[in-house]
């Protein structure tokens, strides 16, 4: 099946964006059925909000991400999403760090 590059407004900001062949391919080979809605630089904003890195006031409090101990190597869960290169600690190390500083 030939695909064919797609003129589609996104239902954000109203703008008219390409739905690339490429990308109809792409979205195929996925499975996805839908067209996307939004344009691709709305669709990088809602992603930036979903993950809570375009600063405060988005990211719900409760939101924890799974992350494995690098003192005691115990699976836990951190309030903010771990970076590589960025230790995370479970409560108890945690703890036991900053009472041995
Ligand atoms: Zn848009
Ligand atoms: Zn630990």
């Not at 600063?55 to 699976?75: D, H, I, L, N, T």
Request: hydrophobic share 20%; charged share 30%; proline share 7%.
């Amino acid at each position: 099946m030939d695909f064919e590059d797609k003129s589609l407004q996104c239902s954000d900001c109203g703008a008219t964006f390409t739905f690339s062949a490429e990308e109809q391919e792409f979205f195929q080979t996925k499975g996805y059925t839908n067209e996307p809605k939004r344009c691709p630089a709305c669709r990088e904003a809602r992603k930036a909000q979903r993950y809570g890195n375009s600063g405060s006031g988005y990211r719900s409090p409760r939101q924890m991400f799974p992350a494995v101990c690098a003192e005691c190597g115990k699976e836990t869960e951190v309030p903010f999403e771990p970076r590589e290169g960025r230790p995370v600690y479970c409560s108890d190390c945690y703890r036991k760090i900053n009472l041995s500083r």
